[in-house]
């Protein structure tokens, strides 16, 4: 890459993370995704600790902020609300301002009364918990011990909720109730368990296509389903235990289970190292429950796939989920080499990064969102995961494929496998966030 345009995508990173910052916290995307989502903030954490490491730990703290009654870190804590008791001239005023922020569905009406710790609107679901793996990094380059340790106990809630509320029959891995929960929402593996679920939403008022090509996001056949599931789990006042027993859509993913087991174990060396035995104890606990149940659910291939929970069958689509697996700290040798051929050489490697699908699939499309596309965060988690798995050369390449879809791309939220061309939202925060944390390292 030349070094001019080394320091413009660079300087160009710094300004659309700067750009999506509210203060506290960083949207994915202004004009597309107009709040706070859980993986995409953990992961522009990440990009903050190259600027500006107090508001790295913000962004962290802000995201443990938007944790539930219960110890659940929700998928979006919405932005703002007009509050219930306002005069009629500071309502319009609000309401003026709030307006740009009003364009997701489902926006907070569609949850019910769920409230955060701190007082915002929350979804009913989560994402994938990276927030610990992103803490341990940010304090083994800036450590704050102070901070670091307020956020050992939402985080360590967080994990020990998913395998309690949302493990009731014993799997030893979190059920996930929606797409959306996975961070990979149309995924080619959800749509036989999705597409069980008997639409209750007839007419979708859709804001995401004002801003990205409809071709490039899922269709409105998933969006009907998708706001079922929302309105069924507001219907039962989000019964988290029951939901993940009985509801209409309940699947393991590899991807989000080793997410957790890797942040838990993170999360159980930042509690030794703050002096906090008890979470470190349970935490790896936790780790090694969930790192043992993924092992056993590895293929004759190796390979580690979602499965469904309604009719307990693996569901065979080779995706991001069976990369991101290599996020499990104690894969075996078979199950390592497995994964590390997928993404280096396999059905999801490409000259930009990981693919979101199998390039032989039948039902690849390279320009629809996860049924084809390569993400910048799914290609850096894998190199993350090699490295620690003492793979640094490969590692390496995975990173420069990375910086090659960037410069191709820009701060895009994906792009095409074969070129490198930018789709989807523009001016994407973890996407220049990932960018800005290796041109920095």
Avoid: K
């Amino acid at each position: 890459m030349a070094t001019a345009q080394a320091i413009d995508l660079r300087l160009g990173a710094e300004e659309v993370l700067r750009h999506n910052d509210t203060g506290t916290y960083s949207v994915p995307s202004r004009a597309t995704y107009p709040h706070q989502w859980n993986w995409d903030s953990a992961l522009a954490a990440l990009g903050w600790e190259a600027l500006d490491p107090g508001r790295a730990w913000t962004e962290l703290e802000t995201l443990a902020g938007a944790r539930d009654g219960h110890g659940m870190i929700p998928h979006i804590a919405f932005h703002t609300r007009v509050p219930d008791r306002i005069g009629p001239r500071l309502r319009g005023l609000v309401t003026l301002v709030a307006r740009p922020y009003a364009r997701y569905l489902p926006g907070p009406p569609w949850w019910g009364r769920r409230l955060s710790a701190d007082g915002r609107r929350i979804s009913g679901i989560t994402q994938p918990p990276v927030a610990a793996t992103c803490t341990r990094l940010l304090f083994e380059a800036h450590p704050d011990e102070r901070r670091a340790a307020a956020l050992l106990q939402p985080f360590h809630d967080w994990h020990r909720w998913l395998l309690e509320a949302r493990d009731p029959h014993g799997f030893g891995e979190p059920v996930l109730i929606h797409p959306w929960e996975s961070g990979r929402d149309n995924s080619i593996e959800w749509d036989d368990p999705l597409f069980r679920v008997t639409p209750e939403v007839t007419v979708v008022h859709r804001r995401d296509t004002d801003s990205v090509d409809a071709a490039e996001r899922p269709t409105d056949e998933h969006y009907r389903r998708y706001l079922t599931l929302v309105r069924q789990g507001t219907a039962c006042g989000w019964d988290q235990p029951r939901l993940a027993a009985e509801g209409g859509f309940r699947v393991l993913d590899a991807g989000f289970s080793a997410m957790l087991a890797r942040g838990a174990a993170d999360l159980a060396w930042l509690a030794d190292r703050l002096g906090q035995p008890r979470v470190a104890e349970e935490s790896r606990a936790i780790s090694e429950r969930v790192n043992a149940a993924l092992r056993a659910r590895a293929g004759s291939d190796g390979l580690i796939r979602s499965a469904d929970t309604v009719d307990s069958t693996t569901l065979p689509p080779t995706s991001a989920g069976s990369a991101l697996a290599l996020l499990t700290p104690d894969l075996g040798v078979r199950e390592l080499q497995a994964a590390r051929d997928l993404v280096s050489v396999g059905a999801l490697a490409s000259a930009f990064g990981v693919r979101s699908l199998d390039r032989d699939h039948p039902q690849r499309s390279d320009r629809n969102y996860w049924r084809g596309p390569v993400w910048a965060n799914v290609t850096w988690l894998c190199a993350h995961a090699l490295e620690g798995h003492g793979e640094p050369i490969l590692a390496a390449e995975l990173r420069r494929r990375m910086f090659d879809a960037v410069a191709r791309g820009g701060m895009r939220e994906y792009v095409l496998p074969d070129t490198g061309r930018g789709l989807g939202a523009r001016d994407f925060s973890w996407t220049a966030a990932l960018y800005l944390r290796e041109v920095h390292a």
